[in-house]
Antibody, heavy 117, light 111 residues
């Protein structure tokens, strides 16, 4: 059974960089797209971007200038970096695996990141 | 404001049928892109409920069904149960944004 686990600091200061890692277990990263999706408290889901195991990426245009997603196939990990954060970036951040057709079949439990001084 | 439009809330009594709409445009649903539905119980990650407009993953009860027509899609839940009380999201691909888009979510209340 594929499992995804997000990890990283729960508190980030304004203007700093948010860094998260998603570790995939029970399966290989190969041959799939891996996504970061976030959900501000009490609000809906927002797609941040995705990465193919080969390293090609797609980003949400609204975040593109601040986002970098990378993959480490040797560690079965996907990483997210979001620069120049503000309070508006406070959210639960999820990693998820895309299937052919674009649905998200496997999700991590999510990790809450709060942006505050 | 979400690219895909869902009603903020719907409600129904146990045993009843409810539907949740998801309205898009020609750059997403109307452009032939698949619609997927997710159920999010309080405090948990979203769970895939319907993929590819109308396909139920293994383990999803057949009380849940999806359909798509033109620039809209719908999720139907029959035989409503208390455990169905959750937030529901639709998702598709948008060619103008070159990425995935979600609806704003619909809160289902079982009366």
């Amino acid at each position: 059974q594929v499992q995804l686990q997000e990890s990283g600091p729960g508190l980030v200061k304004p203007s700093e960089t948010l860094s998260l890692t998603c570790t995939v277990s029970g399966g290989s990263i190969s041959s799939y797209y891996w996504n970061w999706i976030r959900q501000p408290p009490g609000k809906g889901l927002e797609w941040i971007g995705d990465i193919y195991y080969s390293g090609s990426t797609n980003y949400n245009p609204s975040l593109k200038s601040r986002v970098t997603i990378s993959v480490d196939t040797s560690k079965n990990q996907i990483s997210l970096k979001l620069t120049s954060v503000t309070a508006a970036d406070t959210a639960v951040y999820y990693c998820a695996r895309s299937e052919v057709g674009g649905s998200y079949s496997y999700w991590g439990q999510g990790t809450l990141v709060t942006v505050s001084s | 404001q979400s690219v895909l439009t869902q009603p903020p809330s719907v409600s129904g009594a146990p045993g009843q049928r409810v539907t949740i709409s998801c309205t898009g445009s020609s750059s997403n649903i109307g452009g032939g892109y698949d619609v997927h539905w997710y159920q999010q119980l309080p405090g948990t990650a979203p769970k895939l409920l319907i993929s590819g407009n109308s396909n139920r993953p293994s383990g999803v009860p057949d009380r849940f069904s999806g359909s798509k027509s033109g620039t809209s899609a719908s999720l139907a839940i029959t035989g409503l149960q208390a455990e169905d009380e959750a937030d529901y999201y639709c998702q598709s691909y948008d060619s103008r944004l070159s990425g995935s888009v979600f609806g704003g979510g619909t809160k289902l209340t079982v009366l």
